[in-house]
């Protein structure tokens, strides 16, 4: 049964324009933290606001009682940019309701999945008078960002979260009514490479031809990162590559995803990648090397005829189990520093880095997350990896020793951090009562 008690919280929390990248923003993303601390009292659980170098983090908790399992439950609060505003059926922090989904940014990523959560505790609490689990709800403000102040926080408070086991719900399902448990996540390492030329822009005509173009050059080292067929050229790219075992493969083999689904939601009119592998072997269990920006030299309107000084790359690499970022920077570096073309220099800066993580999903915890899959969608769960990145997932395991449960709610047309994201209601609801029934199945 729909409370539309529920569905007016989400709109109310959909609303907070909490965009953590901008910093014009941070009084809206504030104040959606206050709110957040307001609606988990409101819902029986004591709450408090934790400030950071950054955005706050909110916690809530139950009176915790000697003896029962202690789940944690992660989500974050803040939003990617509505940019751009002109592709958006209606306005981004307006939620909008129209054929069974609610359109908005956030309203998958992540608050209409956390608040299911949230909801689902106070529901418990209504009718119980407590929960049967010690349960810590952490929900943070910068996830979009990176998680910059998360990784100090859990330091700083490592005996308060200590915990069990961790659910979140910031992945996907394979499609509708197909309750989804992401066992495995990618990993992930960033860098931008800067090929420097000439000390200015130069006239094509008078030096083109005897001055090496850094446009021309960073093209030729990109290009060298790939053979034709999508492999990764990089020397010892692949050593520490955790091969898929044949159980992962039978698996997958076996869910309704397909190639054909994956051209209609990309809209590419054919795959390409790694030989050898499935379209889901390739998303889901082997590395990437992924050119996310280049440019260099006149970009407006007609001809400039310059040879530019320099030119640029942003590139990104997703990771899988054994593979270490600092590694694979490393090596990338070394890569393109044997392929520059005479008369330029590279100037390589490291970004964001996290490793991938891998649970085993026939874990006690793992069957508990099972079967509330199971008795939620009334079918088997689709056991998968995500070829996306969340490092503080691995995080978590470093710091409180603890497995991550990952059950989404996202559909694959959800259109996370593009114009007109959407949540599905029905999945929202649907939520909430998995989460009811995880937390029965971890108090068993």
């Given at each position: 049964m729909m409370n539309e008690e529920h569905l007016k919280d989400l709109i109310t929390y959909l609303k907070f324009p909490s965009i953590s990248t901008d910093s014009s923003y941070s009084n809206d993303v504030k104040d959606c933290a206050e709110w957040l601390t307001n609606k988990m009292i409101d819902k029986g659980l004591e709450s408090q606001?934790?400030?950071?170098?950054?955005?706050?983090?909110?916690?809530?908790?139950?009176?915790?009682?000697?003896?029962?399992?202690?789940i944690m439950i992660y989500g974050h609060y803040d939003v990617q940019p509505a940019d751009p505003l002109d592709l958006w059926e209606s306005p981004p922090f307006e939620p909008r309701i129209d054929e069974g989904k609610i359109y908005a940014r956030g309203s998958t990523d992540n608050k209409g999945q956390n608040l299911a959560h949230l909801l689902g505790l106070g529901e418990i609490i209504n009718e119980e008078g407590e929960l049967p689990v010690n349960v810590i709800l952490l929900v943070e403000g910068e996830e979009e960002i990176g998680s910059p102040n998360l990784g100090p926080f859990l330091e700083k408070y490592r005996d308060e979260l200590s915990c069990d086991v961790i659910a979140v719900s910031d992945t996907g399902m394979i499609g509708p009514g197909i309750g989804t448990f992401t066992y495995g996540l990618r990993g992930i390492a960033c860098m931008e490479v800067t090929l420097h030329g000439p000390s200015t822009d130069l006239h094509s005509g008078v030096f083109g031809g005897s001055i090496a173009n850094p446009s021309t050059a960073i093209a030729r080292i990109i290009s060298s990162l790939h053979d034709s067929d999508g492999k990764i050229q990089v020397l010892g790219f692949y050593d520490d590559v955790r091969e898929i075992q044949e159980w992962e493969r039978d698996a997958w083999a076996s869910l309704p995803v397909n190639e054909a689904e994956?051209?209609?939601?990309?809209?590419?009119?054919?795959?390409?990648?790694?030989?050898?592998?499935?379209?889901?072997?390739?998303?889901?269990?082997?590395?990437?090397?992924?050119?996310?920006?280049i440019g260099g030299g006149y970009q407006g309107e007609g001809s400039k005829t310059v040879i530019p000084s320099k030119s640029f790359a942003k590139l990104s690499f997703r990771l899988v189990p054994d593979q270490d970022p600092e590694k694979i920077l490393k090596l990338v570096q070394e890569h393109l520093e044997s392929h520059l073309t005479p008369g330029?220099?590279?100037?390589c800066e490291f970004g964001h880095s996290g490793k991938a993580y891998l649970m085993d999903p026939q874990s006690d915890y793992g069957k508990a997350a099972q079967n509330a899959?199971?008795?939620?969608?009334?079918?088997?769960?689709?056991?998968?990896?995500?070829?996306?990145?969340?490092?503080?997932?691995?995080?978590?395991?470093d710091v409180l020793g603890a497995d991550t449960l990952l059950l989404g709610l996202a559909l694959p047309d959800c259109q996370i951090h593009a114009p007109n994201e959407n949540f599905l209601i029905k999945n929202f609801y649907d939520g909430i009562r998995l989460n009811r029934l995880l937390i029965k199945e971890i108090s068993n």
């Open positions: 606001i934790y400030e950071t170098p950054g955005h706050p983090i909110v916690v809530g908790k139950n009176k915790h009682r000697e003896g029962l399992p202690t994956t051209l209609e939601l990309t809209g590419s009119s054919e795959l390409f990648g790694e030989q050898g592998f499935t379209d889901a072997e390739r998303r889901w269990a082997r590395p990437t090397a992924e050119v996310n920006g330029t220099r590279i100037e899959l199971r008795e939620t969608f009334g079918c088997e769960p689709a056991l998968i990896r995500e070829g996306g990145s969340i490092p503080i997932v691995q995080t978590f395991k």
